[in-house]
């Protein structure tokens, strides 16, 4: 029997049995967060400091490591990558609301997904940040339409980085794994020279 | 009557987490066609308290109507549900690893207070952001960025830029 | 420290054969999803693609009963074969767990109509237009397949319908279009 997937388009999957999987999914994804100490935002904030590359590390392994199964799972054609879910590109949104994520990012020390650990860790500040989130979509909720514009500003729709540099698929995966691969020394260099990292 | 105190384990090393935050992805990928996502929970649980304070107003707001329109059950969506066990499974490692305590991280030169007033500001600052940019670290750079999206890969590059440029101004604030 | 070695060439093994390797473009593939669901008109509505929907008929799967929606002269002109009338259906009391399909000329308002049936209702992604694009005429210059035997099949069924494969019918169906809400 020939398998593909993504399996939800494919075969008709139990809505329950989804759930379930985002569940478990979840608890994993909680639990290599919580073992990256990123529970603890002070730990998480250090990469701004030069101190600790932890979360440089986990982010771009954690990419390269799925772009590079995605790409040999669609190569192999047992994922069918036209089918899978690319985010749309918002060229200006996503550069201006990244810099102000950045921004929100250092003053509170967490993510959104990371503050979730560190609520359920005990950790009081997370549960500042939860409340500052909620109020933050609350307001998004009351001037929406007087953002709907500058959101929705040059939007390019789900284009793939290698459609747009005109370039081979597996060339661009492997140039990023590349660099990914020299800016990981890099991090350990820098750790070396500017680190104490809290552990 | 004493509890056994967990010593505090340490950290794993951060390439193995990311390796298998990777291939959790990749397993989501293979499974549902979509990666992970945090902020759209949220504003799904935003989402169903408004509703059931308000529920034209829900309906009527973009923003919440495509929680809760529709849907008998808002809350059975995959994000929230996969947010759930990210929390569940935050506690349940940090009480194995002896991490779990009830305390206010933050830098030895600011009180408790200041960090709890600049938490919430900086989540408020964040979620209103993740708006524009359609997803936060989990949804849009991680999962966006192994299916090679340029705006995930943009929306990473801001981030470090906006997060080191501010780290100067927040220093007081964590070392 | 070793383990960091061993990932790090794992990945450079990963990478480097990747580049190595290419395969087509995804933008203008074939559409090959069978299922999918998704909102409309703050609806959740269960989809089916036009493709799958002719690979059920060419095997000629007896468990679903196909609905046309549309108007009468519509019908009488051209429905998709084997498709009765949704104002004529009447369920016959013996014919139990039997799924529909629903099409019309457009989603939204087959997907209000998908209500009144008994069992599952699966609607036709793109109605009638995705039935021709992508069964009766489809279009490869807009489509492009991954292998060859794709290819034939595609070009087989459209001839079991009657149709004409190749014939340019401009017809953008994004099959991945707002599928899920936005953002995460």
């Known amino acids: 029997m020939e398998l593909a997937a993504p399996l939800q388009f494919n075969y008709q999957v139990p809505e329950g049995i989804l759930l379930l999987f985002a569940l478990l999914t979840g608890i994993v994804f909680g639990m290599f967060l919580e073992k990256a ?31 590079i199964g995605i790409y040999w799972l669609g190569y192999l054609g047992v994922l069918d ?52 989130m909620f109020v933050g979509l609350f307001l998004y909720g ?44 890099l991090a350990g260099r820098v750790e070396q020279r500017y680190g104490n990292s809290l552990s | 009557m004493l509890r056994k105190k967990r010593e505090p384990q340490p950290y794993w090393n951060p390439y193995i987490v990311g390796f298998g935050i990777g291939l959790l992805i ?45 849907v008998d059950h808002p809350l059975k969506d995959w994000v929230v549900i996969e947010i759930a066990g990210v929390c569940l499974g935050g ?45 936060c670290t989990s949804g849009l750079a991680l999962s966006g960025g192994s299916v090679l999206s340029p705006g995930a890969w943009l929306f990473m590059i801001s981030v470090f830029i906006g997060g080191y440029a501010i780290a100067f101004l927040m220093r007081k604030a964590w070392n | 420290m070793k383990t960091n070695y061993i990932l790090a060439i794992l990945a450079l093994v990963g990478g480097l054969s990747a580049a190595f390797t290419n395969y087509s473009s995804r933008n203008s593939m074939y559409p090959t999803w069978k299922f999918d669901s998704d909102r409309i008109e703050g609806k959740k509505v269960d989809l089916i693609s036009a493709s799958y929907l002719a690979d059920l008929l060419y095997m000629k799967e007896q468990g679903f009963v196909l609905l046309d929606a549309r108007e009468e002269v519509s019908y009488m002109g051209y429905h998709i074969p084997t498709a009765l009338r949704y104002e004529k259906w009447d369920s016959d009391p013996g014919e139990e767990n039997s799924w529909f399909v629903l099409y019309g000329m457009t989603d939204e ?22 039935w021709y694009s992508e069964v009766i005429f489809p279009d490869f210059l807009q489509f ?9 099949q595609i070009i087989h069924r459209s001839r079991y319908f009657g149709g004409i494969p190749g014939h340019t019918q401009h017809l953008n169906i994004n099959v991945r279009e707002s599928r899920y809400r936005e953002g995460c």
Request: one cysteine or more.
């Open chain 2, 91 to 135: 506690l349940l490692s940090g009480i194995v690893s002896g991490r779990f305590k009830f305390e206010v991280i933050k830098g030895p030169r600011i009180s408790n207070l200041s960090r709890l007033v600049l938490a919430f500001s900086g989540g408020l600052l964040m979620a209103f952001a993740a708006k524009f940019t359609r997803g």
């Open chain 3, 109 to 130: 308002k087959v997907a209000e109509l998908s209500d009144g049936l008994p069992g599952k209702v699966f609607v036709l992604k793109g109605g009638m237009d995705a």
């Open chain 2, 26 to 70: 990749i397993l989501s990928f293979f499974v549902t066609g979509r990666g992970l996502g945090a902020v759209g929970a949220f504003n799904g649980i935003l989402a169903t308290l408004v509703h059931a304070i308000a529920p034209e107003y829900a309906l009527a707001n973009p923003v919440y109507s495509g929680y809760v329109a529709g």
């Open chain 1, 37 to 67: 100490g990123f529970g603890n935002a002070r730990k998480l904030v250090q990469q701004f400091y030069f101190s600790d590359m932890s979360m440089f590390k986990v982010l771009f392994s954690a990419i390269v490591t799925a772009m």
């Open chain 1, 81 to 132: 990558i036209t089918q899978i879910y690319i985010n749309g590109t918002y060229l200006w949104p996503q550069i201006v609301g990244g810099i102000l994520f950045g921004f929100g990012f250092v003053i509170c020390g967490l993510c959104p997904g990371t503050s979730c650990v560190a609520v359920f860790t005990g950790k009081l500040d997370g549960l500042a940040v939860f409340a500052g």
């Open chain 3, 144 to 152: 492009r397949v991954r292998n060859k035997n794709i290819l034939e």
């Open chain 1, 142 to 185: 009351e001037t929406e339409p007087f953002l709907r514009k500058a959101i929705n500003y040059s939007a390019m729709g789900d284009v793939s980085l290698y459609e747009l540099f005109n370039m081979n698929y597996g060339v661009l995966t492997f140039i990023i794994t590349i660099v990914a691969l020299g800016a990981f020394w």
